[in-house]
T-cell receptor
C-alpha cells in the first residue's frame, strides 16, 4: 500500500465553486499532517497544517480523520489563483522525515 | 521575508561527473533538508541534517550522495558520479526546529539537474 495516496486529478472547477479532495495515509502512527501547494515548476509552499480538531484559514478548511486515516482540504469560493497542485504531507515516527503524496492538480476555470 | 536560496538554478552535466548543489538556508534555522522531484513525480525526501550530522536519510541517499555545511551559511549536496536517473529538481529546505511536530519547512526554489 502506498504511504500517502492522493487522487491525481485534474479537478476542473469553475471559479467561485467549492472543491474538496482527500488524502489517505497508510501509517496509523502518523504524527503530523500538512497541505502544501506547488505551482508548476516551483517549490512546495506550506498552505496549512492539519490539526486533529480541524482548522480553517480563510477560504481553506482542513480536516483529519484518524480512524479512517485520511485528511481533507476544502476550498470555498475558488479563485483562478488557486490553480496549482496540492500536496498532502505526513510525518510519522517523530523523526526528521516527511512523506509527500504525489499531489492533486486543480484547475480553476474562468 | 527571509528565504532559502539555491544555486545554480539549472545544471547540466555529463554522466559520471560530480556535481555540487548549493543552498543557503534561512539564517536562524537549525535543521536542513534535501529533497528531489523527478519530472512528473512526487517530492522525495533525501536527507535531513542537524548539528553538523545527518539525522535521517532515505534509501535514495546512497554512497553517491553526501551533504556538508562547510561554513556558517552554506549547505551543499554532492553527487559523486551522476547517473541519468539523477536528473531531477533538487529542493533544499530549512526549519527552525525538527519535524517531529508541526514545524514549518521553508523550501528553496530548486536546482534543476540534467544528466546527459
Amino acid at each position: 500500500r502506498k504511504e500517502v495516496e492522493q487522487d491525481p486529478g485534474p479537478f476542473n472547477v469553475p471559479e467561485g465553486a467549492t472543491v474538496a479532495f482527500n488524502c489517505t495515509y497508510s501509517n496509523s502512527a502518523s504524527q503530523s499532517f500538512f497541505w502544501y501547494r506547488q505551482d508548476c515548476r516551483k517549490e512546495p509552499k506550506l498552505l496549512m497544517s492539519v490539526y486533529s480538531s480541524g482548522n480553517e484559514d480563510g477560504r481553506f478548511t482542513a480536516q483529519l480523520n484518524r480512524a479512517s486515516q485520511y485528511i481533507s482540504l476544502l476550498i470555498r469560493d475558488s479563485k483562478l489563483s488557486d490553480s496549482a497542485t496540492y500536496l498532502c504531507v505526513v510525518n510519522w515516527n517523530r523523526d526528521d522525515k516527511i512523506i509527500f503524496g504525489k499531489g492533486t492538480r486543480l484547475h480553476i476555470l474562468p | 521575508e527571509p528565504e532559502v536560496t539555491q544555486t545554480p538554478s539549472h545544471q547540466v552535466t555529463q554522466m559520471g561527473q560530480e556535481v555540487i548543489l548549493r543552498c543557503v538556508p534561512i539564517s536562524n534555522h537549525l535543521y536542513f533538508y534535501w529533497y528531489r522531484q523527478i519530472l512528473g513525480q512526487k517530492v522525495e525526501f533525501l536527507v535531513s541534517f542537524y548539528n553538523n550530522e545527518i539525522s535521517e536519510k532515505s534509501e535514495i541517499f546512497d554512497d553517491q550522495f553526501s551533504v556538508e555545511r562547510p561554513d556558517g551559511s552554506n549547505f551543499t549536496l554532492k553527487i559523486r558520479s551522476t547517473k541519468l536517473e539523477d536528473s531531477a529538481m533538487y529542493f533544499c529546505a530549512s526549519s527552525e526546529a525538527g519535524l517531529a511536530g508541526w514545524e514549518t519547512q521553508y523550501f528553496g526554489p530548486g536546482t534543476r539537474l540534467l544528466v546527459l
